[in-house]
């Protein structure tokens, strides 16, 4: 062997660990978007989930080293945006935000293209939005005890409105009813907004509304806040109870938002995703407007989002049975 080799070969020997250590740090990194992610809102601009999505983009996009562009795929419950989800890549570079519906819809929906339960990798739930019980302000009821006595004595004549059919409005008060023994008519309108107008008009009893389109209504007067749907009281409305301490022991169903990925998400990849959202939340313009909202911010980890879909996938499918919940 020439000194040339010997040198070769000893210089090879030295270089291998410090090789062996770079390529390990290398496997080690943390996962990294190539290119731009797409971010599908099932629902069309404006909504809820749309503000959510939009509030999340730029944060999550600077934490990751890439922009995060929502692209809103609207229709059939967010049931199309989800099987466009379904059909994607898991490789981190398209997730989808979703709201309670996720977990209704298996239990409405039928001849879908994917699995609910197993066509997804959750990766954080970001967002509660509680609601309020709230009451036409000339019923002469001040808590929601009151107002159910009152309600049985009128069995079978009231109606209540609702954000539409199997939202999280109609939800919220099917289980409601249910607890209280309670027959009204359920009146479903396009959107909140209607809704509260007719409440306001006396044309409905109630309603469970969100913070941000009730809240100024309570506040004025204009409607009667009974209860809220979380359960411990919100900031918004400290000396509002929830449902649960007036005699509805574990009543809690809000609206909800939550980000996921196709099945098969690497570890890595839905780890990084994670911690961005959970930047993206900590960013104090976000917080601020997530504050105005009535949103409340959460950034639950992978695991514990996954636990929770799948509980609240059970929850919602009793409650969509008990109810006998359709949709045409």
Do not use: C
């Not at 797409?38 to 600077?62: F, K, N, Q």
């Not at 289980?175 to 044309?203: E, M």
């Not at 059970?314 to 109810?323: F, K, P, S, T, Y």
């Amino acid at each position: 062997m020439t000194i040339l080799s010997r040198r070769s070969l000893a210089a090879g020997l030295l270089a291998a660990p410090f090789l062996g250590r770079a390529a390990a740090a290398q496997g080690s990194a943390p996962w990294a978007p190539s290119r731009p992610i797409r971010l599908i809102a099932p629902y069309p601009p404006g909504g809820g989930v749309d503000t959510t999505s939009r509030l999340l983009a730029v944060p999550m996009g600077s934490f990751l080293g890439q922009p995060v562009i929502v692209e809103n795929r609207a229709g059939a419950g967010g049931s199309i945006a989800a099987a466009d989800l379904a059909r994607s890549a898991p490789d981190g570079q398209t997730i989808m935000i979703d709201a309670l519906a996720h977990t209704v819809n298996p239990s409405l929906l039928r001849g879908l293209s994917f699995d609910y339960a197993t066509a997804f990798t959750p990766i954080s739930q970001v967002v509660v939005l509680p609601q309020i019980l709230a009451v036409n302000r000339d019923i002469p009821v001040s808590t929601l005890p009151e107002f159910v006595e009152w309600a049985k004595a009128r069995q079978g004549t009231l109606s209540y409105g609702s954000s539409g059919n199997a939202t999280a409005a109609h939800l919220a008060a099917a289980l409601f009813l249910n607890r209280a023994g309670l027959d009204i008519q359920h009146v479903p309108y396009r959107g909140g907004t209607p809704a509260l107008q007719d409440l306001l008009g006396g044309s409905i009893t109630f309603v469970f509304g969100t913070v941000s389109s009730s809240l100024q209504l309570a506040r004025d007067g204009r409607l009667k806040p009974l209860a809220v749907s979380t359960a411990q009281r919100i900031a918004a409305l400290p000396d509002v109870p929830t449902v649960a301490e007036q005699g509805f022991p574990g009543y809690e169903l809000n609206e909800w938002n939550g980000l996921y990925a196709p099945a098969g998400l690497p570890p890595a990849a839905t780890q990084r995703l994670y911690e961005a959202a959970k930047h993206a939340l900590e960013d104090t313009t976000v917080r601020a407007r997530l504050d105005t909202l009535g949103a409340l911010p959460l950034g639950t980890t992978p695991a514990d989002f996954a636990r929770y879909v799948a509980q609240q996938r059970e929850i919602m499918g009793q409650l969509v049975r008990d109810a006998k919940i359709e949709v045409g």
